[in-house]
């Protein structure tokens, strides 16, 4: 963790960072997502908590790409959240909930009562993060139950990646974040992606993901943290193991999605788990990546169909 005079000036900076994003914008009504009436100031509170969970600082020459996240996370959120309403889905895990909020103050090196503090040192509402992420794990319990009937593992593929996995007790693991893009409404895939390569060069990968994943991890630039080889799919695998440490992977096509990597780090790691916990592992593996590819096809679905109107 970092140290005291460390925090002190993170919450300084955030301060005045946020004093200038007050004061860029004038309250007043913004955007109507269905039934759910977004104002400026709630613009202005995203900006805050992509700022302060992202380590970054409010200015002249970031403010333009900050509101355009703020802007899509914000769509992408309430239209998520008119989903969930319909289905009157109210149960989620709590123990999730205090996973993630963890995860998120891990991610900017602090703990979590560090974290509440410089929300309440910049009058936030620490509740705010905390909708967020049940938004989140409302939606992916909704993809669940609608989907779950379709979770369809093959056993023998199984069976085959632990055999793999035995042959050797040191196990690679990569620091991994990513951009997932949706192609159902590009019309030219090879041009899109020209251009996403271009933004990641001139920017950064974790200011593009922010900006265009699709990808619930894009609220953090795309992190995905370490990724065990073990949980990557052979075609993913072969992608991941031919790019070096700091660039980005080719592009892997997936049923309906792009996906980039970005290879930040890996390292070797002796592998503790027991037969039963590695095959445990490969499944969730498997189930998690046929459900996120269902979350992003019925997201797709319900973005069509709900009106969005700026004001």
Same mark, same amino acid.
């Given at each position: 963790?970092?140290?005291?005079?460390?925090?002190?000036?993170?919450?300084?900076?955030?301060? !005045?960072?946020?004093?200038?994003?007050?004061?860029?914008?004038?309250?007043?009504?913004?955007? =109507?997502?269905? +039934?759910?009436?977004?104002?400026?100031?709630?613009?202005?509170?995203?900006?805050?908590?992509?700022?302060?969970?992202?380590?970054?600082? $409010?200015?002249?020459? +970031?403010?333009?790409?900050?509101?355009?996240?703020?802007? =899509?996370?914000?769509?992408?959120?309430?239209?998520?959240?008119?989903?969930?309403?319909?289905?009157?889905?109210?149960?989620?895990?709590?123990?999730?909930?205090?996973?993630?909020?963890?995860?998120?103050?891990?991610?900017?090196?602090?703990?979590?009562?560090?974290?509440?503090?410089?929300?309440?040192?910049?009058?936030?509402?620490?509740?705010?993060?905390?909708?967020?992420?049940?938004?989140?794990?409302?939606?992916?319990?909704?993809?669940?139950?609608? $989907?779950?009937?379709?979770?369809?593992?093959?056993?023998?593929?199984?069976?085959?990646?632990?055999?793999?996995?035995?042959?050797?007790?040191?196990?690679?693991? $990569?620091?991994?974040?990513?951009?997932? !893009?949706?192609?159902?409404?590009?019309?030219?895939?090879?041009?899109?992606?020209?251009?996403?390569?271009?933004?990641?060069?001139?920017?950064?990968?974790?200011?593009?993901?922010?900006?265009?994943?699709?990808?619930?991890?894009?609220?953090?630039?795309?992190?995905?943290?370490?990724?065990?080889?073990?949980?990557?799919?052979?075609? !993913?695998?072969?992608?991941?193991?031919?790019? /070096?440490?700091?660039?980005?992977?080719?592009?892997?096509?997936?049923?309906?999605?792009?996906?980039?990597?970005?290879?930040?780090?890996?390292?070797?790691?002796?592998? =503790?788990?027991?037969?039963?916990?590695?095959?445990?592992?490969?499944?969730?593996?498997? /189930?998690?990546?046929?459900? +996120?590819?269902?979350?992003?096809?019925?997201?797709?679905?319900?973005?069509?169909?709900?009106?969005?109107?700026?004001?």
């Amino acid at each position: 963790m970092i140290n005291i005079k460390k925090i002190f000036f993170l919450i300084i900076l955030l301060i !005045i960072s946020f004093t200038k994003v007050n004061a860029a914008i004038v309250d007043g009504m913004f955007i =109507t997502i269905g +039934n759910k009436a977004i104002t400026k100031s709630d613009i202005v509170n995203e900006i805050k908590i992509i700022l302060l969970l992202n380590n970054k600082i $409010y200015s002249s020459s +970031n403010k333009k790409e900050l509101r355009q996240i703020a802007i =899509t996370t914000i769509l992408k959120r309430n239209i998520k959240l008119n989903e969930i309403e319909k289905y009157k889905l109210t149960q989620y895990s709590k123990a999730d909930l205090a996973k993630e909020l963890e995860r998120l103050a891990n991610n900017i090196n602090v703990d979590l009562d560090t974290l509440k503090n410089v929300f309440s040192s910049n009058d936030m509402e620490f509740k705010l993060i905390e909708d967020q992420i049940k938004i989140e794990l409302l939606w992916n319990s909704l993809i669940f139950e609608l $989907y779950k009937d379709k979770l369809k593992i093959n056993p023998s593929e199984i069976e085959d990646q632990l055999k793999k996995e035995n042959e050797s007790k040191e196990k690679l693991e $990569y620091l991994i974040s990513e951009i997932l !893009i949706n192609v159902e409404n590009i019309t030219n895939t090879d041009e899109e992606i020209k251009k996403i390569k271009n933004r990641i060069n001139v920017e950064s990968f974790e200011s593009v993901a922010e900006s265009i994943s699709d990808s619930p991890s894009s609220a953090i630039g795309g992190n995905l943290g370490w990724v065990k080889e073990s949980e990557l799919s052979e075609k !993913i695998k072969l992608v991941v193991m031919t790019t /070096k440490v700091g660039a980005v992977t080719e592009p892997i096509f997936l049923s309906n999605e792009i996906l980039l990597y970005q290879i930040r780090d890996k390292r070797k790691v002796k592998e =503790t788990l027991t037969l039963e916990e590695k095959k445990n592992q490969i499944v969730n593996y498997e /189930k998690n990546k046929i459900l +996120n590819m269902y979350s992003l096809s019925h997201y797709d679905k319900v973005r069509r169909s709900i009106s969005v109107r700026f004001h």
